[in-house]
């Protein structure tokens, strides 16, 4: 898979396995972990990238992709199927290395991949949650159409700070 955008700067593709040092590089940052859930570790060394991208690159049905120049991953965007009941509902998340930030990347990849999303794996609803602290984040989903759901009040730990959720969603047919 591959989407381009930024006037063909940037891409959305498949991970690679010579990705592993640029995915160490901008990983390693606690002020990119420290909006991710913990499964995204820090320190962020060369053994969780290897476990990652043998976990991504061996996945059957392909839901986590790297944002990219031609150069280097500078990102990572993906899904998590929910199951049962809410089989029909994606849970979007993404990040980007620092030296890329407020160069609006993100919002573009986002509003690039979502659609992806709901055609290629039939999402009826794809959702995300921010943390309250992170207004950066909200504002990338609001300004690609997904509806603040609301609030929910000391819902995670993180780093030992008990913290507030934003619950964001979007509906295919909203897109």
Request: some cysteine; hydrophobic content about 40%.
């Amino acid at each position: 898979m591959k989407l381009m955008f930024g006037d063909g700067k940037w891409q959305i593709r498949n991970f690679r396995e010579n990705d592993l040092p640029a995915l160490v590089k901008y990983a390693n940052n606690r002020k990119v972990s420290i909006n991710l859930r913990d499964i995204f570790p820090y320190p962020y060394t060369e053994a969780d990238g290897r476990k990652w991208l043998e976990y991504v690159l061996n996945q059957e049905r392909k839901t986590n992709f790297a944002i990219a120049s031609d150069e280097e991953l500078i990102g990572g965007i993906g899904l998590t199927f929910q199951d049962d009941v809410h089989r029909l509902w994606g849970r979007l998340g993404y990040w980007i290395g620092e030296p890329f930030w407020g160069q609006g990347i993100v919002p573009e990849a986002v509003g690039l991949f979502v659609p992806y999303a709901f055609d290629t794996f039939g999402f009826v609803r794809i959702s995300a949650d921010v943390y309250a602290r992170n207004r950066g984040s909200a504002r990338v989903l609001e300004k690609n159409g997904f509806t603040f759901e609301g609030r929910m009040r000391k819902a995670v730990v993180k780093e030992g700070e008990i913290c507030d959720i934003l619950i964001y969603s979007v509906l295919a047919e909203e897109i």
